[in-house]
Nanobody, 115 residues
Framework: QVQLVESGGGLVQAGGSLRLSCTAS???????????IAWYRQAPEKQRELVAT???????VNLDSVKGRFTISRDNAKRTAYLQMDSLKPDDTAVYYC??????WGQGTQVTVSS
């Protein structure tokens, strides 16, 4: 079974940057290359929302409020997907989760942006 581990969260001041990583284990290079990885986030007392997705051929930022500031990418050789977050705002504070093929979830990583 595929397991996902997120890392890279932390506390940052508004305007700062963080890069989140989502590393998959229990999968081969070939399988990972064809997988769909998505980043979601969930702020306190809010619903989980889709932030960005990466497929074999496309990287897409889905959430309008982060377009132009966040970038999703992947390194198949490392079985890892990334979420580069720049110009962070306090509203970006949330637990960020990665998802594998609309199935498996990671444990999440906390991102806190101070004003």
């Amino acid at each position: 079974q595929v397991q996902l581990v997120e890392s890279g969260g932390g506390l940052v001041q508004a305007g700062g940057s963080l890069r989140l990583s989502c590393t998959a284990s229990g999968t081969t290079f070939g399988t990972f290359s064809f997988s769909n990885i998505a980043w979601y986030r969930q702020a306190p007392e809010k619903q989980r929302e889709l932030v960005a997705t990466t497929t074999r051929n496309f990287n897409t930022v889905n959430l309008d409020s982060v377009k132009g500031r966040f970038t999703i990418s992947r390194d198949n050789a490392k079985r890892t997907a990334y979420l580069q977050m720049d110009s962070l705002k306090p509203d970006d504070t949330a637990v960020y989760y990665c998802n594998w093929n609309n199935n498996q979830w990671g444990q999440g990583t906390q991102v806190t942006v101070s004003s």
